[in-house]
């Protein structure tokens, strides 16, 4: 089967990233089913859903209402999130874990509900929507990367699990662009108050400079794209800004304390 007729389901179609996926893949002659939590918002030639993947009956459903259209789900890309902010101090447990319940668990109720049609029909493609804070624990953003962590290393785990049911699973791992996540960004209820707050204001106005440089989400569409028309995809790329793309390479190839003096000087932490 050519890639035009697929089925994939994309979650967060209604804004930055997932939708540009959506519209993309629609573009390209998939059948996209997408998925916000009102069910509205998504672009042009895609068909939205609700879904909450904070929720197990939500996810049961919109996976059930895309695939009774078709019988089979060939792709998964697992986009819908959202960002804490916050010194790891001042971080309430329910904050943290209101954030692990998308950005991790979110990822894993989704997949958990796709794979047993996977691999009932043979195969499928699950890229994850990761993050450069998914490479390096951001400061400030620690349980954020902490979710991105999570999703890598369920995501490694499932590229061995799932591949003899000919299931592909990636990671991709964007640096910023230009999405609506700074305006849904929640910052924790303690970070007003805190010792940290000069040094969270500082390291905030920093991260608006770059978000404001940020490209738009074209190039994350069109790697996803390519992803999905490989049958043997790799198990992470990164896409972004060039000095964002190296952070992987840097971390991988100098030693940790020049790794983590470079981070320092270009987050001004
Ligand atoms: N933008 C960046 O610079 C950047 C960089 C690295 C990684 N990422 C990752 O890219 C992904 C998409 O973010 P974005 O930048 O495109 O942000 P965005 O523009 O705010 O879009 C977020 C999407 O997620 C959906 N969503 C949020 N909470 C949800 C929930 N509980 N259940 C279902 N859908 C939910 C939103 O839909 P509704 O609100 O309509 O339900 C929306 O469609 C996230 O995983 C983010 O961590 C973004």
Request: glycine letters at 10%; charged letters at 20%.
């Amino acid at each position: 089967m050519t890639d035009a007729g697929k089925t994939i389901l994309v979650t967060g179609a209604s804004s930055g990233i997932g939708r540009a996926v959506a519209a993309h893949l629609a573009k390209d002659g998939w059948r996209v089913f997408g998925t916000s939590r009102s069910g509205r918002g998504g672009p042009e030639g895609v068909e939205m859903i609700a879904c909450d993947v904070d929720s197990d009956d939500s996810v049961t459903r919109a996976v059930s209402a895309a695939a009774v259209h078709t019988g089979r789900i060939d792709a998964l890309v697992n986009n819908a999130g959202w960002a804490l902010m916050g010194a790891i101090e001042d971080t309430a447990i329910a904050e943290a874990k209101a954030q692990m319940e998308t950005n991790f668990f979110g990822v894993l109720r989704m997949t958990r509900a796709v794979l047993p049609l996977m691999r009932t029909q043979g195969g499928g493609h699950i890229v994850n929507i990761s993050s450069l804070s998914g490479v390096f624990g951001t400061p400030f953003s620690g349980v954020y990367s902490a979710a991105k962590f999570a999703v890598e290393g369920m995501s490694e785990a499932l590229r061995l699990e799932a591949r003899p049911f000919g299931i592909r699973v990636a990671l991709v791992e964007p640096g910023d662009f230009r999405t609506n996540l700074p305006s849904m960004r929640r910052t924790v209820a303690a970070a007003a108050a805190s010792e940290y707050a000069a040094a969270f204001q500082r390291f905030h106005k920093n991260q608006a400079k770059d978000e404001a440089k940020a490209p738009l989400p074209e190039p994350v569409a069109v790697l996803v794209a390519k992803i999905l028309a490989d049958p043997n995809p790799r198990a992470r790329y990164s896409v972004g800004m060039f000095t964002q793309r190296m952070v992987g390479p840097l971390k991988r190839f100098l030693p940790g304390a020049l790794f983590e003096a470079i981070i320092r000087a270009a987050l001004k932490v």
